[in-house]
């Protein structure tokens, strides 16, 4: 045992004890101060290396610790001064040595030092705190250095800084090659403010060769907006600093006229501090997006054109076809099987005219340029009217209709034309493609706060992969085309629409071909009216009595039929060719109805509408525009026209005689 140091234990503690330190300045321990021996006792039973120094020549002591940071300078290190041991970094540790035997302590975290007799370490790195001992007077004899290497740290480190700057120069190389591969423009720009906080103008930070391709602005690259364009609108001024300010990103499409007329996507994002005011701005050139969609608008208003130019020049051979066929079928003479063939005729020629009317209406629908007359209506009567509109071709299929409806009449905001025509075409495909002699159920209830309406066939079903599409327009079932009859793919089309308008939703489904098919429509139900609101025309007095009608068409088929119908219906009727005609025999005619086609020459009908309101002796006069052109837009006119009822041929002949003789004019 130690018996100097009978606490300590190890290498440094015998070989401190066995030390001449007679050739020392320290001299022999048994003479040293008690504040030394304390100090020593302190370093040798620490589990930390420590390193002591003494006296003015600065002899060197050490624990176990201590000895492996000194390498192979050890044990030759023991007693000799520290200017000795650590020649290598004298010059570097003096003045902390000097500093510290002055009474200042000192400390370092991973500190490098390049100590020799480590081999494979020319550098170590140390984190190490360095205390003044003092002796029994209080002057400062010495010092204690606890020190910790720190190398493997350091270096694992430096390894995963160096790793980590290497994959950000990987990264960079790969943005860089991004950001001058991509088609679209990309610049970082720095937003600049005045002195009241308001934008003013930006600079360019970065581009990269789209910007150029796209903007035309060459050398941009460190010069401001304003330098190139001094009019530079303040709202992409304001747009940039709220993104700069807020932070919150901003997605817009700009129309640069100054540019070539280009459209451009734009999207702006803040990067980097906030107080450095910088925005990315990314965009893209839509020009040819944007011509496609303005070639796509066009071709679509010509086709809305085209399609109303067609209904009016189909409508209006339909009219006097209409016409004398109701005349005929009037004819009391008639025999059994020219009444069954003229039957056929008009049945066909009303199925044409609903073909006519439901292209027209998918046209206006999709353009938004259909209108709803929307009021509180019993949505049983839009039903009970589609089934009478659809009576005759389910009679002529031998089918059974079965009709279940609930006791309480039910209600929705809607327009019954429009609701009546949902109908139609349900039970109109329902009859269409059920086998003769089927069943078709419709059931209406309420689900909720929906009214719905269930129309249910016994017919050839839907396949699977199609009742997905059966409301797609123009989509129909290929495999049944030809067996039932085809059409034009529209009429489900047309129910999604219009059921949407509503405010509904309409679905299919069947348990698969030759099983038959349901179509469910839903409706927002509402409260039953006050009595006397609903239909206004209800309310509306009988003529009952004979009128006299002046007739104006240029189209002398069209004029002759309609005017022998009205004589059926026992009214004495006028014709002539045109507006300027119809006004010349006002007064020798002294008509209750004026009935007016629109297009017809010397005078059209809206100028002869205008002129005979301005005439104190007409002006109570009925005024019906009867014309192939049936869009919202030609209803309006018409109206600012002073027409009171807007007719669309063919017109139905039950539907004049109902305006004849439940309509006052004006």
Known sequence: MNKVWPHA?????RRIAGFDWTTTPLGPIEEWPQSLRSAVDLMLESAHPVFLVWSDHLTSLYNDGHAVILGAKHPSAL?????????????EF???????????????VDRPVALRGRPGKPMSWFTFSWSPLRDEEGEVRGFLSAAFETTDKVMAEQALLAAQQQALVASEQRYRMLFDAIDEGFCII?????????????????????????????GALGRTIREFAPKHEAHWFEMYGRVARTGEPMRFQNHAEHVDDRWFDVFAFRVGAPEQHRVAVLFNDISARKRAEAALRDADRRKDEFLATLAHELRNPLAPLRNGLHI???????????????????????????????LLDVGRISSGKLELKQQPIEIGRALASAMESTRITVESREHRLVVDAPDEPLWVLGDHDRLSQVFVNLLGNAAKYTESGGSIRVV???DGNDARVRVSDSGIGIPPAAVGHVFDLFSQVREHQGRYGGGLGIGLALVKRLVALHGGSVEATSAGEGQGSTFTVRLPAIEAPHAGAGDTRAGAEARGQRQRILVADDNGDAAESLAEMLRLFGHDVWTVGDGQQALDRLDAVGPDVVILDLGMPVMDGIEAA???????QHRSVLLVALTGWGQDRDRARTAEAGFDRHLVKPVDPAEVERLLTALEPG
Not at 9 to 13: I, L, R
Not at 195 to 212: H, K, M, T, V
């Open 94 to 108: 003096r003045p902390l040595v000097e500093a510290t035997m002055a009474g200042r302590p000192h400390g370092f």
């Open 328 to 358: 005929a079928r009037l004819n009391s003479r008639t025999d059994d099987r020219l009444r069954n063939t003229l039957g056929m005729m008009d049945r066909q020629l009303s199925h044409l005219v609903r073909l006519v009317d439901d």
């Open 79 to 91: 007693g000799q001064p520290f200017s000795q041991v650590f020649a290598e970094v004298w010059d």
């Open 9 to 13: 234990s190890g290498e440094m503690a």
């Open 190 to 218: 720095e937003m600049l403010f005045d002195e009241s906080g308001q934008p003013f103008d930006y600079r360019f930070l970065e581009l990269n060769p789209a910007f150029e391709r796209h903007t035309g602005l060459a």
């Open 610 to 616: 205008r002129r005979i309101r301005t005439l104190p």
């Open 444 to 446: 209406l209830d309420r």
